[in-house]
């Protein structure tokens, strides 16, 4: 069974970096596309982006310009550089795969995208 897991989460100052990285341990992702979202406590999920399997990237206003996927052509990887980290950044993410061509390969057995969201990865940003 393929299980998403973000990671890369941690306690940051204000106009800092950080690498979030989706996996699934095991596995090897290919052609997929892939999802960002992200969640405060007592507000509703956000999307916070989306790589396309024909590699266009989209991003939420807040976030634009400071969120990118590490590789918008490489498909395997869900990866997201976050830039100029502000203080309403503070959630925890979570990722998800997507696409009709996505696979995971792991042990000689392959299967789609994983229904569910991944476990959440915690960032916090102190001004």
């Known amino acids: 069974q393929v299980q998403l897991v973000a990671s890369g989460g941690r306690s940051v100052q204000a106009g800092g970096y950080l690498r979030l990285s989706c996996t699934a341990p095991?596995?090897?992702?290919?052609?997929?596309?892939w999802n960002w979202f992200r969640q405060t406590e007592g507000k509703q999920r956000e999307w916070v982006s989306s790589l396309s399997t024909d590699g266009s990237t989209t991003y939420a206003e807040s976030v634009k310009g400071r969120f990118t996927f590490v590789s918008a052509n490489a498909k395997n990887t869900g990866d997201l550089q976050v830039y100029r980290l502000k203080p309403e950044d503070t959630a925890m993410y979570f990722c998800k795969a997507r696409g009709m061509t996505c696979t995971f390969c792991g042990d000689d057995r392959c299967y789609g995208p994983p229904d569910d969201y991944s476990q959440g990865t915690q960032v916090n940003v102190s001004s």
């Open positions: 095991g596995f090897g992702a290919a052609s997929c596309g």
